[in-house]
Antibody, heavy 121, light 107 residues
Framework: EVQLLESGGGLVQPGGSLRLSCAAS????????MSWVRQAPGKGLEWVST????????YYAASVKGRFTISRDNSKNTMYLEMNSLRADDTAVYYC??????????????WGQGTIVTVSS | DIQLTQSPSSLSASVGDRVTITCRAS??????LAWFQQKPGKAPKSLIY???SLHSGVPSKFSGSGSGTDFTLTISSLQPEDSATYYC?????????FGGGTKVEIK
């Protein structure tokens, strides 16, 4: 069974840092690009970041560029999101999702269950 | 950035009704459009990719069409379990973007 399991969410003060993880199983992790998508309370879905299969290329939404860093470890079947300088508007459920292939022109397939990040003093 | 406009933002329909949701892109995206279903408190579920191809295991009552800038998601016969919010998303280019969502309720 294909599974994505996020972890690392929690309560953090404004300006603080947090590291999210997404553990993958049931598919060939090294054949899939991986992404983070977030959803603020009561709001819609917002793409955050994508890392390509090898990890050599990364893409970010303007709202997080320079503050968040996406990475992956194919030996551990795990993707990460390092979040720094957190702001109240980063409060959201963070989902990871996989996408086959090497180009942007492939759709998300499987989603994790999400991890909650709350930025508040 | 490519903007996606979904309409309507919400709808209420009866069991057995045919329901259609539209998604309009601010510029041409070929067929690089996906649809997702999200139930309250749950993760999104992938329904359709390539504008019209169903993901494995998705019931055939769901269908998608369109290319370029105008797309539709149709539920042929609405059932209680279809009550959810539906999102379109383009993967033509970065930044990836989502529509604002359509909340489907059962009368």
């Amino acid at each position: 069974e294909v599974q994505l399991l996020e972890s690392g969410g929690g309560l953090v003060q404004p300006g603080g840092s947090l590291r999210l993880s997404c553990a993958a199983s049931g598919f060939t992790f090294s054949s899939y690009a991986m992404s983070w998508v977030r959803q603020a309370p009561g709001k819609g879905l917002e793409w955050v970041s994508t890392v390509t299969i090898s990890g050599s290329n990364t893409y970010y939404a303007a709202s997080v560029k320079g503050r968040f860093t996406i990475s992956r470890d194919n030996s551990k079947n795990t993707m990460y999101l390092e979040m720094n300088s957190l702001r109240a508007d980063d409060t959201a459920v963070y989902y990871c999702a996989n996408r086959p292939g090497t180009t942007v022109n492939n759709a998300f397939e499987v989603w994790g269950q999400g991890t909650i990040v709350t930025v508040s003093s | 950035d490519i903007q996606l406009t979904q309409s309507p933002s919400s709808l209420s329909a009866s069991v057995g009704d045919r329901v259609t949701i539209t998604c309009r892109a601010s510029q041409g995206i070929s067929s690089y459009l996906a649809w997702f279903q999200q139930k309250p408190g749950k993760a999104p579920k992938s329904l359709i990719y390539g504008a019209s191809s169903l993901h494995s295991g998705v019931p055939s009552k769901f269908s998608g069409s369109g290319s370029g800038t105008d797309f539709t998601l149709t539920i042929s016969s609405l059932q209680p379990e279809d009550s959810a919010t539906y999102y379109c998303q383009q993967y033509n280019s970065y930044p990836l973007t989502f529509g604002g969502g359509t909340k489907v309720e059962i009368k």
